[in-house]
């Protein structure tokens, strides 16, 4: 398989073929970050078809520092599309109620991957996007806030909030299952 290094070096070559190798290899995962954050497949693919022509344009400007580095570029630039387009379209709102944690532990893993990715999608805007860039950007409380234009408590209490109002979906569903 080739390596990110070789294919950025036949990119930066002018190889066209790479340009479309780039496309095949990240579009599948950079999707999934896309609808991590924007549950409506359509719009989702719109901001994915966006992203790529942003890396495309810049790819010339990525510093390569090891395997793994253009594919967290990558998903870094969607991510930030995304929330683009959810600031764009006022999509950000506050939940004053958010139900009751369950006092019986939740296992996550019990849940199926897409059942998860639909219940973080069912989650109020504001939750999803600091969700996602606490949990799967590893962005910290003061970074989030600084991305968002909130305050680092804002941040902080909206993850609560997501974390609380996404275990309980787990919950409701677990016991659904059981039944």
Known sequence: METERQLLE??????RAALHR???RYSDYAMGVALRY??????ARDVLQDSFVKILTSIDKFNYRGEGTLKSWVCRIVANSAIDYLRQQEHFMTVDS???EPEEETDMEEVPPDVLLEMI???PTNYRV???LYVFEHSSHREIGLQLGIKESTSSS???R??????????????EQET
């Open 158 to 160: 909206i993850f609560f």
């Open 162 to 175: 997501a974390r609380k109002m996404l275990k309980t979906m787990i919950w409701e569903y677990l016991k």
């Open 130 to 132: 600091v969700l996602n």
């Open 38 to 43: 924007i549950p409506q497949h359509e719009v």
């Open 22 to 24: 780039l496309y095949d």
């Open 10 to 15: 036949a990119i930066n070559n002018g190889e």
């Open 121 to 123: 999608g069912r989650l």
């Open 98 to 100: 958010i139900p009751d």
